[in-house]
């Protein structure tokens, strides 16, 4: 058996009831054959071995006291994961669904997202199983002040900086650097994603949505076409698809569907952007109620975004969001690229799916890695005590976005796998922690 396979089978057998860290590994391992075949010292140095392992996990509890007075008790996770070639980096998530499993999946992707960005951060991801919705600024504050009281101690601007992700957004970022601040009496660095008025950066609230669109229009300079005249349907209405759609319209697509957990919109008119962030950025509300804004709507509840006809498919919500029926849909109906906003969201059957009907396919941890690489942007900034324009990092951003592009092509391409962004996204992340780790020794 090759060295890839044995080392997947390890770890998916040491990390029993852990599917969508099994699911990451699944994608990732057998992808690296190619490279592998040719460092034999990769597996004389263990690399793989020790890439599949977290440096550090910490899992603790976070009691918080509700508005009615009740203690609450949730649990927290930070996992470290790969420290090779900078200080981990990587968003928290707070969702109910929230357990080792997706913590070390993100975390895992973390590591080679962050290296295809060319900057010098490490891999590492956090999260909780609170659920934000529902609940009042007061108890998130609460909530937001006791996760940081324990995890501030593992954490800092050259060790492990948090930023957002799924129900983290400039809110709780903004009571989590405040505790930390408090605790330690630093004013550093420590957070991305924080307010404009204390040493956030500009672009950081578009980058991941707008780094998906710089993406998108690489793949469609691959294919000799452009925006114009696209359809697009991008799932979910938060931070990552509201910006999506925002640029995917100044591009000249028109953006036809958008979703939350409960349903879907779809407006033939093209979305009414300022609606959605009223709906979400303002009211916190649901998207159902984009009805009201627009006769020309329609909302589906509980319904399959993908059964939408469209030239471009921006899943931009969850994991495991786009699945063997919706990749059926999409091909059926003529899609031509797919682009993942969310981290894996597509099964590895409807990836393969996509791929075999010649759809053009990125995943996540180079479409959606202009989040973080702006994240760096951050840390640069606060690090010098400057800050630039908004130009200029959306200038730096789309940039990046090309070159891992043009990396992650030509990864595929050197490997006689041309045009599997998949493979080569891996190849081109992998090569340089690699390297490193190489390079550091057994640590
Ligand atoms: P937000 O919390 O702002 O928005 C998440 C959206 O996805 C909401 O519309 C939410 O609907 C929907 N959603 C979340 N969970 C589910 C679920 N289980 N089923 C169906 N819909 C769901 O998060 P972001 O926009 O920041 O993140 C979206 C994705 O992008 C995540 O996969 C994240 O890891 C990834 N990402 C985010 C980056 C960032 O900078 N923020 C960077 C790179 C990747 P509802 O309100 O109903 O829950
Ligand atoms: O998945 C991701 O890349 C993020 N949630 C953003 C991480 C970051 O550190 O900006």
């Known amino acids: 058996m090759s060295y890839t396979m044995r080392v997947l089978q390890h770890a998916i057998s040491k990390n029993p009831n852990e599917p969508e860290f099994h699911q990451a590994m699944t994608e990732i391992l057998p992808t690296l054959q190619p490279l592998i075949d040719e460092h034999p010292e990769y597996e004389k140095a263990s690399i793989l071995e020790r890439l599949v392992e977290p440096e550090r996990q910490i ?14 008790v949730n649990r927290g996770f930070r996992v470290q994961y790969n420290s090779a070639i900078g200080p981990y980096k990587g968003g928290i998530r707070f969702h109910p669904s929230v357990n080792l499993s997706i913590i070390k999946f993100l975390g895992f992707e973390q590591v080679f997202k962050n290296s295809l960005t060319g900057l010098p951060i490490g891999g590492g991801k956090g999260g909780s199983d609170f659920d934000p919705k529902g609940k009042s600024d007061r108890e998130v504050m609460s909530f937001c002040q006791s996760f940081i009281n324990e995890l501030y101690r593992y954490v800092g601007a ?121 709906i979400k950025e303002v009211r916190r509300g649901r998207i159902h109620e ?27 919500a969850t994991q495991n969001e786009l699945l063997e029926d919706g990749a059926k849909l999409l091909i059926d109906n003529g899609c031509i690229v797919v682009a993942e906003g969310s981290n894996m969201s597509t099964s590895l059957d409807a990836t393969h ?57 030509a990864a595929a391409e050197k490997y006689g796998m041309k045009g599997n962004l998949v493979a080569g996204a891996n190849i081109a992340g992998f090569s340089k922690v690699a390297e490193a780790m190489l390079a550091q020794g057994a640590v």
């Open 158 to 278: 050259d060790q492990d900086i948090p930023a957002g992700d799924i129900g983290v957004g400039g809110r709780e970022i903004g009571f989590m650097y405040g505790q930390y601040k408090r605790l330690t009496g630093q004013y550093e660095g420590s957070y991305t994603g924080k307010g404009l008025t204390y040493g956030g950066s500009l672009v950081r609230t578009q980058a991941t949505g707008y780094g998906l669109i710089y993406m998108v229009e690489n793949m469609l300079n691959t294919l000799k076409t452009t925006f114009a005249d696209k359809t697009a349907v991008i799932s979910g209405s938060g931070n990552v698809a509201i910006y999506a759609a925002e640029k995917a319209e100044q591009f000249g697509a028109k953006v036809v569907a958008m979703s939350d957990s409960n349903g879907y919109i779809y407006d033939p008119q093209g979305i009414d952007l300022d609606a959605v962030k009223e």
């Open 290 to 316: 984009y009805l009201k804004f627009r006769d020309s709507a329609q909302y589906v509840e509980n319904g399959l975004i993908w059964s939408v006809a469209c030239d471009l498919a921006l899943p931009c």
């Open 59 to 72: 899992i603790f509890r976070v009691p918080w006291v509700a508005d009615n007075g009740e203690i609450r």
């Open 353 to 409: 799916m996509l791929q075999q009907s010649g759809v053009l396919f990125s995943p996540g941890k180079a479409a959606n890695a202009g989040g973080v690489a702006v994240s760096a942007l951050e840390m640069a900034q606060n690090s010098s005590r400057i800050s630039w324009s908004f130009e200029e990092i959306d200038c730096m951003l789309r940039t990046i976005m090309h070159e891992i592009y043009a990396g992650s092509y």
